[in-house]
């Protein structure tokens, strides 16, 4: 990046194996958000005087809640201020990691866990594609050691990784041999590879693969023709009639042994283990981070389970978390990690190193913004400055350690072989190793202990990535931020926007969750981390209360332009200087940052159309199943973000159309704003034409219904001009005009 000084170096008298730079513009940022908050006051002071002289009950109604609306505004605009007073860029130097480590003995183990949930969702060769990437790091392979946890319980994800075990011992060597950068074996056949006899062969035995993985799927059972060794039935035959998938014991498979195992060309195998824990419908299972404390429940469930698990039969000080979906994209990662890890002048409470998510696939103007740069790019960058970034669920590297209670006092787990200092010197396929692995992996295993709270990601939140980063920064731990010049990791998107809002719906709860917990970042946050830290963790906690601001004005000017209220200042007015200093300064500095960080302008529009389409659907619809939650009623569960491609709707996404399908009720909001903004919009231009009005007085009224309407376009395309399956359904348009019709009829008969 460009616009960055103050370089500082790491090192004791030899070449540096990182450097830090502060951003050239961070001056400018800190005077911009003292001008800026300047302006919200005067605007509140103008929302007061103006409450005050209001003449009616709609005309003071409507005026207070735009008070409201920007107080939220600015409450979550200067939470945002805290990711631009200190941001950083970072660089590394791994060619200088000889100077540090001498062989590869030296080099530190590495336990990777990846999580997987539903084969029909996740589809198992896309899990197999990820490990295969991480397997293939360059690394000495028999330091690396991957475990797949399927909370799905399915043998069909065990047999794909049987597959996955036999093609490895020929895809590893050849990646080695062929130095190749893309070591995901779909992305490497789908890219412009270098043809030759090798080439062809090693592609043959992954279609072979891929054939056997996909037709095990279709038919939804095991084909005896593809297992042939005894202790592959063995493993399968755990499936008996009574396996279920919210019932059945713990499965572990080893499927490649370091020690045991040797590739095509008689080099040492990373270790691969298949991780199901048990399930019991007597049990809860918490979800995501649990499965890594044992492996630990449901997502934290499964990850503390993976934590327990690779304890007791690897304990490698280095462990790296990966979605299903996120596979390598850069060979040399680790070399990355270790140029913050084995520096000398390493901060000893340095807990965890994260990646940006990058994803594949985006279409050109990237239309349901998955590419979230503020999230993945801008603000870790800005908390790097601070304490570090928060996790972000997937391409982290964690210091074992850290899981353990705070930097100066370690939390001493109840049995020796699941400290972070146990030594395990037993082969990973010993009876004894297994049955001790089996046993943490119980679904009892954690009743009266300290896992999930005070060891181990945490639990308490559907959102385990951003709870776990909390209580660990809380608890003194340290992060930086890594972005190598080459993607580290590359991941799928989802290509619906039933999709996209359902899993950012379930991100708001989440938060919420932490927000609104005795643990609060504007309580705890503000104590245990500094007020910049915490304003950053409140950023994320509250950012589904955008909805509140982002909901009125999708609404009320509107209803103000149809029954005539006039509720902004005059053009002539001095105070509408002040509206279009804060529209147009803010958006104008959220554009630039976009730009700086890689985006383009079309990407950005598509960034600020989908917070708009968020905040009267996933944002709104969060926050009130969170209030839901709280008063004791029954809510939805956990969903899996699917994962499976369908042909038409790929299509569609390629060519940037709005994928809508399903007839959701958060698409019965989003569609009544589009109605009301672009009703009131030609409702405003005829009134004005016909000298009704003057453009004048509505200027600003005029604005925001037009703006909202030109980012509304998929919308009305959806439900007057497609007729695809991914049109709005008839029966929400039909419901959403309904409601808009009566929401103008009571809004009309208060005006009176």
């Given at each position: 990046?460009?616009?960055?000084?103050?370089?500082?170096?790491?090192?004791?008298?030899?070449?540096?194996?990182?450097?830090?730079?502060?951003?050239?513009?961070?001056?400018?940022?800190?005077?911009?958000?003292?001008?800026?908050?300047?302006?919200?006051?005067?605007?509140?002071?103008?929302?007061?005087?103006?409450?005050?002289?209001?003449?009616?009950?709609?005309?003071?109604?409507?005026?207070?809640?735009?008070?409201?609306?920007?107080?939220?505004?600015?409450?979550?605009?200067?939470?945002?201020?805290?990711?631009?007073?200190?941001?950083?860029?970072?660089?590394?130097?791994?060619?200088?990691?000889?100077?540090?480590?001498?062989?590869?003995?030296?080099?530190?183990?590495?336990?990777?866990?990846?999580?997987?949930?539903?084969?029909?969702?996740?589809?198992?060769?896309?899990?197999?594609?990820?490990?295969?990437?991480?397997?293939?790091?360059?690394?000495?392979?028999?330091?690396?050691?991957?475990?797949?946890?399927?909370?799905?319980?399915?043998?069909?994800?065990?047999?794909?990784?049987?597959?996955?075990?036999?093609?490895?011992?020929?895809?590893?060597?050849?990646?080695?041999?062929?130095?190749?950068?893309?070591?995901?074996?779909?992305?490497?056949?789908?890219?412009?590879?270098?043809?030759?006899?090798?080439?062809?062969?090693?592609?043959?035995?992954?279609?072979?693969?891929?054939?056997?993985?996909?037709?095990?799927?279709?038919?939804?059972?095991?084909?005896?023709?593809?297992?042939?060794?005894?202790?592959?039935?063995?493993?399968?035959?755990?499936?008996?009639?009574?396996?279920?998938?919210?019932?059945?014991?713990?499965?572990?498979?080893?499927?490649?042994?370091?020690?045991?195992?040797?590739?095509?060309?008689?080099?040492?195998?990373?270790?691969?283990?298949?991780?199901?824990?048990?399930?019991?419908?007597?049990?809860p299972h918490h979800f995501k981070a649990g499965a890594?404390?044992?492996?630990?429940?449901?997502?934290?469930?499964?990850?503390?389970?993976?934590?327990?698990?690779?304890?007791?039969?690897?304990?490698?000080?280095?462990?790296?978390?990966?979605?299903?979906?996120?596979?390598?994209?850069?060979a040399r990662t680790l070399q990355h990690v270790l140029?913050?890890?084995?520096?000398?002048?390493?901060?000893?409470?340095?807990?965890?190193?994260?990646?940006?998510?990058?994803?594949?696939?985006?279409?050109?103007?990237?239309?349901?913004?998955?590419?979230?740069?503020?999230?993945?790019?801008?603000?870790?960058?800005?908390?790097?400055?601070?304490?570090?970034?928060?996790?972000?669920?997937?391409?982290?590297?964690?210091?074992?350690?850290?899981?353990?209670?705070?930097?100066?006092?370690?939390?001493?787990?109840?049995?020796?072989?699941?400290?972070?200092?146990?030594?395990?010197?037993?082969?990973?396929?010993?009876?004894?190793?297994?049955?001790?692995?089996?046993?943490?992996?119980?679904?009892?295993?954690?009743?009266?202990?300290?896992?999930?709270?005070?060891?181990?990601?945490?639990?308490?939140?559907?959102?385990?990535?951003?709870?776990?980063?909390?209580?660990?920064?809380?608890?003194?731990?340290?992060?930086?931020?890594?972005?190598?010049?080459?993607?580290?990791?590359?991941?799928?998107?989802?290509?619906?926007?039933?999709?996209?809002?359902?899993?950012?719906?379930?991100?708001?709860?989440?938060?919420?969750?932490?927000?609104?917990?005795?643990?609060?970042?504007?309580?705890?946050?503000?104590?245990?981390?500094?007020?910049?830290?915490?304003?950053?963790?409140?950023?994320?906690?509250?950012?589904?209360?955008?909805?509140?601001?982002?909901?009125?004005?999708?609404?009320?000017?509107?209803?103000?332009?149809?029954?005539?209220?006039?509720?902004?200042?005059?053009?002539?007015?001095?105070?509408?200087?002040?509206?279009?200093?804060?529209?147009?300064?803010?958006?104008?500095?959220?554009?630039?940052?976009?730009?700086?960080?890689?985006?383009?302008?079309?990407?950005?529009?598509?960034?600020?159309?989908?917070?708009?389409?968020?905040?009267?659907?996933?944002?709104?619809?969060?926050?009130?199943?969170?209030?839901?939650?709280?008063?004791?009623?029954?809510?939805?569960?956990?969903?899996?973000?699917?994962?499976?491609?369908?042909?038409?709707?790929?299509?569609?996404?390629?060519?940037?159309?709005?994928?809508?399908?399903?007839?959701?009720?958060?698409?019965?909001?989003?569609?009544?704003?589009?109605?009301?903004?672009?009703?009131?919009?030609?409702?405003?231009?005829?009134?004005?034409?016909?000298?009704?009005?003057?453009?004048?007085?509505?200027?600003?009224?005029?604005?925001?219904?037009?703006?909202?309407?030109?980012?509304?376009?998929?919308?009305?395309?959806?439900?007057?001009?497609?007729?695809?399956?991914?049109?709005?359904?008839?029966?929400?348009?039909?419901?959403?005009?309904?409601?808009?019709?009566?929401?103008?009829?009571?809004?009309?008969?208060?005006?009176?």
């Amino acid at each position: 990046m460009k616009g960055s000084v103050e370089k500082i170096t790491i090192g004791h008298g030899h070449p540096p194996l990182n450097t830090v730079k502060f951003h050239r513009r961070t001056p400018l940022n800190r005077m911009f958000a003292v001008v800026y908050f300047g302006g919200a006051l005067a605007l509140f002071y103008h929302h007061t005087c103006t409450l005050f002289n209001s003449t009616t009950i709609s005309s003071f109604l409507i005026r207070f809640s735009f008070l409201i609306a920007d107080i939220v505004l600015v409450f979550l605009w200067s939470t945002a201020q805290s990711f631009r007073m200190r941001p950083v860029i970072r660089r590394e130097f791994p060619k200088n990691l000889k100077l540090v480590l001498q062989n590869s003995n030296e080099f530190p183990r590495l336990d990777v866990f990846i999580c997987t949930a539903d084969p029909y969702k996740e589809p198992p060769l896309g899990v197999v594609n990820t490990a295969l990437s991480v397997m293939a790091y360059e690394y000495p392979t028999e330091k690396i050691s991957v475990y797949v946890s399927d909370d799905g319980g399915s043998k069909l994800t065990l047999f794909a990784f049987m597959e996955a075990a036999k093609f490895a011992s020929h895809w590893l060597p050849f990646c080695r041999k062929k130095k190749i950068e893309e070591r995901c074996p779909e992305a490497y056949f789908r890219s412009n590879y270098a043809y030759c006899s090798e080439t062809e062969d090693i592609k043959i035995k992954y279609e072979g693969m891929k054939q056997r993985i996909e037709t095990t799927m279709e038919r939804g059972k095991v084909g005896d023709e593809y297992v042939s060794k005894e202790e592959e039935r063995e493993a399968l035959r755990k499936w008996t009639h009574k396996f279920t998938r919210q019932d059945h014991p713990t499965v572990i498979q080893v499927l490649l042994e370091s020690g045991e195992d040797k590739d095509s060309c008689d080099s040492l195998m990373p270790n691969l283990i298949y991780v199901s824990r048990q399930k019991s419908i007597t049990s809860p299972h918490h979800f995501k981070a649990g499965a890594l404390n044992t492996l630990g429940l449901s997502f934290t469930l499964v990850y503390i389970l993976k934590l327990r698990v690779s304890a007791i039969m690897t304990n490698s000080p280095i462990i790296l978390t990966l979605d299903c979906d996120m596979y390598s994209n850069n060979a040399r990662t680790l070399q990355h990690v270790l140029c913050y890890i084995c520096d000398p002048a390493m901060d000893p409470k340095l807990g965890y190193i994260q990646f940006p998510q990058r994803f594949h696939g985006l279409n050109k103007n990237d239309i349901y913004a998955s590419e979230i740069i503020p999230l993945f790019l801008s603000n870790p960058a800005g908390m790097d400055g601070l304490a570090g970034p928060s996790y972000v669920g997937t391409g982290c590297f964690f210091c074992r350690r850290a899981f353990f209670g705070p930097p100066s006092s370690m939390v001493v787990p109840e049995i020796p072989e699941l400290s972070p200092d146990h030594l395990v010197n037993k082969p990973i396929s010993c009876q004894e190793v297994l049955a001790l692995a089996n046993n943490v992996a119980g679904c009892n295993y954690e009743e009266d202990s300290n896992w999930g709270y005070e060891m181990g990601f945490r639990y308490g939140s559907l959102v385990e990535d951003y709870n776990t980063s909390y209580h660990l920064q809380c608890e003194g731990w340290r992060s930086r931020f890594c972005q190598p010049d080459r993607e580290a990791f590359l991941g799928d998107v989802p290509i619906t926007l039933n999709d996209v809002l359902n899993q950012c719906k379930r991100w708001s709860i989440g938060l919420f969750e932490v927000g609104f917990s005795k643990y609060s970042p504007v309580t705890l946050g503000v104590i245990a981390l500094g007020p910049l830290m915490a304003l950053s963790y409140a950023h994320y906690a509250f950012l589904a209360i955008w909805s509140l601001p982002i909901t009125i004005y999708g609404f009320l000017p509107q209803l103000a332009l149809l029954i005539n209220l006039p509720i902004f200042p005059k053009v002539s007015d001095p105070w509408f200087i002040l509206y279009a200093f804060l529209f147009m300064s803010s958006y104008t500095q959220d554009y630039i940052e976009f730009v700086l960080a890689g985006g383009t302008l079309q990407r950005w529009w598509s960034e600020q159309r989908m917070w708009l389409i968020k905040g009267v659907t996933s944002y709104l619809f969060g926050s009130v199943e969170f209030s839901l939650k709280c008063l004791g009623f029954p809510t939805l569960g956990f969903n899996v973000t699917s994962k499976v491609v369908d042909d038409e709707q790929g299509k569609r996404y390629e060519q940037g159309v709005f994928e809508f399908g399903v007839a959701s009720t958060m698409f019965v909001p989003l569609t009544m704003a589009a109605m009301i903004n672009l009703v009131s919009f030609f409702h405003g231009v005829i009134e004005i034409s016909r000298g009704r009005r003057r453009i004048e007085e509505w200027f600003i009224g005029m604005f925001i219904a037009g703006f909202v309407t030109m980012n509304c376009w998929p919308i009305y395309e959806a439900m007057f001009l497609r007729k695809d399956k991914g049109r709005i359904p008839t029966k929400t348009t039909i419901i959403s005009t309904v409601l808009v019709f009566a929401l103008y009829t009571v809004a009309s008969f208060n005006s009176l």
